[in-house]
């Protein structure tokens, strides 16, 4: 999810109990998410307990959909990474060839894709000699193209 969407800027109406003070919790949030309440209320002039129950009442409202961490896969061994593109042989193969990609702990995420190909993939490996086993034990449902990652520049 690009920083756009996390800030609220999709079409998606706001709730009528969303206010200036809910923003400004949300910003800091997307800002710092290991920030206390009590830091927080501090800056929006709110008692921790008060952030607490607003920042409860946005998960509610699905306004917060969860919290995320920034690692560097790199420093644990997990240096290569790569962008596939997929490319099934059939119709019927679809379901043997997630249950394949979603089971494999190389595979980072599964995107479904229209235009060219039928998923792209996100994987994570140690070396380009594991992502070649992926790829090899991948070719049984289908061909592939292959980005690697040179370098992430924003996310």
């Known amino acids: 999810m690009d920083t756009e969407t996390k800030r609220g800027t999709s079409s998606a109406p706001a709730s009528s109990t969303f206010d200036a003070t809910d923003r400004a919790i949300l910003d800091l949030l997307l800002g710092d998410s290991m920030r206390t309440n009590k830091e927080i209320g ?10 607490g129950a607003r920042v409860r009442r946005m998960r509610e409202n699905g306004v917060i959909e ?3 961490l920034r690692w560097n896969p790199a420093k644990i061994g997990l240096g290569t990474e790569a962008f596939v593109t997929v490319f099934l042989n059939s ?3 679809h379901a043997a ?17 229209g235009g060219e190909g039928c ?10 000699e ?11 449902y289908g061909n592939y193209r292959v980005n690697l990652s040179m370098g992430r520049l924003k996310g």
């Open 91 to 93: 119709g019927t193969i």
């Open 66 to 68: 969860g919290y995320t």
């Open 130 to 140: 594991e992502l070649n086993d992926f790829l090899q034990e991948m070719l049984k």
């Open 119 to 128: 998923y792209l993939l996100r994987l994570r490996t140690a070396s380009p």
């Open 97 to 113: 060839f997630l249950a394949f990609a979603q089971h494999d702990e190389r595979v980072t995420q599964i995107d479904r894709t």
């Open 42 to 51: 501090e800056i929006v002039h709110l008692t921790g307990q008060a952030v």
